[in-house]
């Protein structure tokens, strides 16, 4: 369930996280919620390994332990030769 929370924030500071949420593919509630999640989960004396987005995208990716070096490598030899 969703629920509706206006806050007034200083105007640089909205602009900012406005485009951290873009580069991050999320929306800026959805930042928020995850903000919110983490600080009350540390409040209940929870240890945090990961944050909440972390924890969403956790397997969605299935890695070859290649490391980003030879992956970039490969990008690069098959876009130039």
């Known amino acids: 369930m969703t629920s ?3 806050l007034a924030l200083d105007k640089t500071v909205v602009e900012r996280a406005k485009k951290y949420a873009v580069q991050r593919n999320l929306s800026l509630s959805k930042l928020v919620e ?16 990961t944050s ?10 299935k890695s070859k ?5 030879d992956i970039l490598a490969d990008a690069l030899i098959k876009k130039y030769l």
Do not use: Q, W, Y
């Open 65 to 69: 332990n290649i490391r980003d070096k």
């Open 52 to 61: 909440p987005i972390t924890a969403t995208l956790a397997g969605m990716v």
């Open 4 to 6: 509706k929370l206006t």
């Open 34 to 49: 995850f903000f919110f999640s983490s600080l009350t989960t540390g409040a209940k004396g929870k240890s945090i390994t």
